[in-house]
């Protein structure tokens, strides 16, 4: 079976309801949540370069993938407590993004590219 | 238009392609950019008790769109790089959680509920 | 024998001096390494109230006190390559905070203190 | 005036106690706090190479030294709040990380040292 967004999204909802885990599901907490698994995923290049980060080892690279997916985990829960539909706001923010970053000024250059 | 994952994919690498941003995605970096949104969201719950949280006003609302959004894209972005199947390697990993979180053992229960 | 922050950057130097890891620690790598030591003492604190944050356990204790001294070696580290003075930094930014925040309009208030 | 970590705790406490934002710090929060302030830190150094980190402009020196100097702070409350004796917890861990990585086999390498 091929999964997509949404089927992913049942089957977290399902896990979390199976465990009765709703109740800890503040959007405080899962922003906590989120943030550690962001840095899990982040120690997996520590101490490399920019370059050794690119071709991550077979095991290194499974381990970024269950980060990956708990990150998405805690997108979904959190879109979902917070009633958030995540595309519109994403494309929203590509929107927003393109007018902070115009072409001619931005093209190839990591100047005042604190974000995105 | 309603937006999905593949359509925001899309918008994200045209955005990136134009400002010949490629250069600096390196996974490492990625991953700094994706931590750094994750704190930024976070910021949001910060002082505020976890039900609080449940209730952001408008304006923190939208600011919590545009964190989720800048998160998602670099989620996009990291799984491009590393030719990373997201919703492949979500199931996978919701899988391994149901086998490491038995509906029995962890039903209502925050204990050794360190992650996901 | 009692250690303070010189004795403890001492050790911290010599530790590293021993290891030939000095070529490791470029001020990029050693606050990706001080932002994941900081999210891995707030693991100690998620899925609980804020109010139980305040009497962890005798181990959960004991995790936090090697979490908060990770951090504060890598907050020497970098003190040390960015040759900078960490105590007269700090005098100076309370002495902006406490502008940035006047008592009087500060007083019991979580409004717009977004950071410390 | 020469400040050090006792100085600066004094002046830490005072300027909390002026506000009366003791309510508001409890260790949950501060950990959120401390590892946003880690985040905005790591941020000095994003889409930059690991040499490039090494020369920020006087501009980014000083936003890293606000940062640090935030970090410390919450580091201290954190401390106060848990009763911790920060420099003996330290010199504790540096024993620990000691036997963890014998110079014989840690020497020059970055293997496995995926902490401090």
Chains 1, 2, 3, 4 share one sequence.
Not at 28 to 55: Q, V
Not at 84 to 96: M, N, S, V
Not at 97 to 115: D, F, H, I, L, M
Request: aromatic share 10%; net charge negative; glycine share 2%.
């Amino acid at each position: 079976m091929k999964h997509d967004y949404d089927t992913i999204k049942k089957l977290a909802l399902e896990f979390r309801n199976e465990r009765d885990w709703q109740q800890f599901h503040t959007p405080k907490d899962l922003a906590e949540g989120l943030t550690i698994e962001a840095a899990e995923l982040l120690e997996n290049f520590l101490w490399k370069t920019p370059d050794e980060s690119r071709s991550p080892s077979a095991k290194t690279k499974k381990q970024i993938e269950h980060e990956l997916s708990d990150i998405l985990l805690f997108l979904i829960y959190l879109c979902h407590e917070l009633n958030i539909d995540l595309f519109e706001a994403a494309a929203d923010k590509i929107k927003h993004n393109a007018e902070k970053y115009p072409v001619e000024k931005s093209k190839g250059s990591n100047k005042k590219y604190t974000e995105l």
